[in-house]
Every structure is written in structure tokens, then in C-alpha cells.
């Protein structure tokens, strides 16, 4: 008999990259309700130190337990670095590091991987030894892309600017005749576009939303997490730590054509 939990889904990130993971797994699981929580009034993560990185997830982590999630989905590269995947006082946990890396390797067709992410996560080798730890023959080759957040945050996606930067960036690790690209941060799915004319057809972009999507259907299948068993209207819910109307207007951008229930705002 499949286990019932009609509980939400909890994901946070440090602001609107995480919502590229919200919309796949709300679009990827239509029945489930998710909480958002983006810790907006502490962004970026990406630029921060290791210690208060993980401050900060701890926070979240404890703010989304209380409203009673079934699970928890750490939408951040950064914070993922920081917070292994784990169950946390029963609770499961899920990071972006371990699905990205299986998600690359399924799909690469000579282990020739890059990585795109922010200064910590590429500092932090998190990819690297993943990759590594699951296929000793990998080659990994990585970049951190500090400019690519606060282009996704101000929506800038198709912007000439954009393409220039990402050009710049890529250029190097292109050098090395990788097959497959993991965007190691969700904010980059944003840049997806830009990213792509870039890279060509023939490298396979690797996001964190789709990988995932794969594991929690895994554990659904598993039992390790029940599903909802609701027949009402699922619940999308938006939270910020801090007001913006730029945000608003970039998450009902992002998260088209998935609608949110609420926006709110919330003191952790």
C-alpha cells in the first residue's frame, strides 16, 4: 500500500535561483503543496563564509521544520556545500550536489564534466568529489561565475550583457572538450538560454530541479516519503525574509506557468 503524507514539501534558497527547483518539482509532482522559503534579506550566499553559510541554512532549515514539513529541499548549491544530505531529527533532507552529480554522469557520454557555481561552491570542491567518489575515471573541470546570480536576480536573462559574460566565463572551461556542464547554482537555470548558445547542442546542460525531481520520486516509490493524499487544491506558498516587488515580479516570471497561492512575508 503507497504511505499517505499530505504534508508540504519544504525547499529553501538564499532568493529566486531556488525557484527554478520549486517549479520542476511542483510541475514534476502535481498533488504535492511547497513551501517556499528565500532567505532574501541575507543574500547572496555565494560570497560568505563557510561558517555563517551553514548559520544560515541551520536557520532555514529549523524555520520550515516547525511549519511541518514532510521534507526538505536545500535549493541552493552553496548551502548544499554546507548541509550534507541527511535526515535531520527524522526529518529527510535533501541537497543539490549528490542528484547533480549522478544526473552528469548518467547523461555524459565521455566523463568529461564542467561546473558552473559561485566562489564557495567552487572553492568547496563539492562537485569535484562527488563526481570522484562516484566514478574515479570522471574528469572535472570547473568555474565560478560570481556575476551570473546577481544577473538572473536583476532579470537579465536576454540582455547582450549576458551573453558577453557568459562567453567570458565559459570560454576557458570550453577549452577542455567537456561533453557535459552541471549549473551548479540554481540561479543559473535563469541564464539557461544564454548558457546554451554558448555550450552548442552537443554539450548536455545538467540542472539542479530535474535531478532532484528523480530522487523524490525515487522515495515515493520507496516509501521513504508519502504521498499526498489530498483532493483539494494543492498549496503553493511564497516566503520571503525580506519585502521586495522585484522579487514578486521575478518569481511569477520564473514560476510560469505554476501559480503561487500566497506571498508573504516571514521573520525566521
Not at 577542455?176 to 544564454?194: E, F, Q, V
Not at 530541479?209 to 525515487?218: F, K, M, N, Q
Request: charged share 25%; with cysteine.
Amino acid at each position: 500500500m503507497t504511505k499517505q503524507d499530505s504534508r508540504p514539501i519544504g525547499v529553501f534558497d538564499s532568493g529566486i535561483g531556488g525557484l527554478t527547483v520549486l517549479k520542476e518539482l511542483a510541475l514534476q509532482f502535481p498533488k504535492e503543496s511547497f513551501l517556499y522559503l528565500g532567505d532574501t534579506a541575507r543574500l547572496p550566499y555565494g560570497s560568505k563564509s563557510a561558517h555563517t553559510i551553514r548559520k544560515y541554512s541551520e536557520q532555514n532549515i529549523h524555520f520550515l521544520k516547525r511549519l511541518n514539513v514532510k521534507a526538505i529541499v536545500i535549493a541552493c548549491n552553496t548551502a548544499s556545500t554546507q548541509v550534507p544530505e541527511a535526515d535531520f531529527e527524522g526529518l529527510p533532507l535533501y541537497n543539490v550536489i549528490s542528484p547533480g552529480s549522478e544526473r552528469a554522469l548518467s547523461v555524459s557520454s565521455g566523463k568529461r564534466i564542467g561546473v558552473l557555481g559561485t566562489r564557495a561552491t567552487i572553492n568547496s570542491k563539492a562537485y569535484t568529489n562527488k563526481l570522484l567518489e562516484l566514478d574515479k575515471d570522471a574528469q572535472v573541470f570547473d568555474q565560478a561565475c560570481p556575476l551570473f546570480v546577481p544577473l538572473a536576480e536583476e532579470g537579465w536573462d536576454s540582455d547582450p550583457v549576458t551573453n558577453i559574460i557568459v562567453f567570458r566565463y565559459l570560454s576557458q572551461l570550453l577549452q577542455h572538450s567537456i561533453d557535459t556542464l552541471i549549473l551548479g547554482c540554481t540561479h543559473y537555470p535563469i541564464l539557461k538560454n544564454s548558457i546554451a548558445r554558448v555550450t552548442g547542442s552537443t554539450i548536455e546542460l545538467v540542472d539542479s530541479g530535474e535531478a532532484i525531481a528523480h530522487w523524490l520520486e525515487r522515495d515515493f516509490i520507496q516509501g521513504r516519503l508519502g504521498r499526498s493524499d489530498s483532493k483539494e487544491h494543492r498549496h503553493v506558498q511564497i516566503m520571503t525574509t525580506d519585502s521586495s516587488a522585484h522579487f514578486t515580479e521575478m518569481a511569477l516570471r520564473i514560476l510560469k506557468p505554476l501559480k503561487a497561492d500566497e506571498f508573504k512575508v516571514v521573520d525566521l
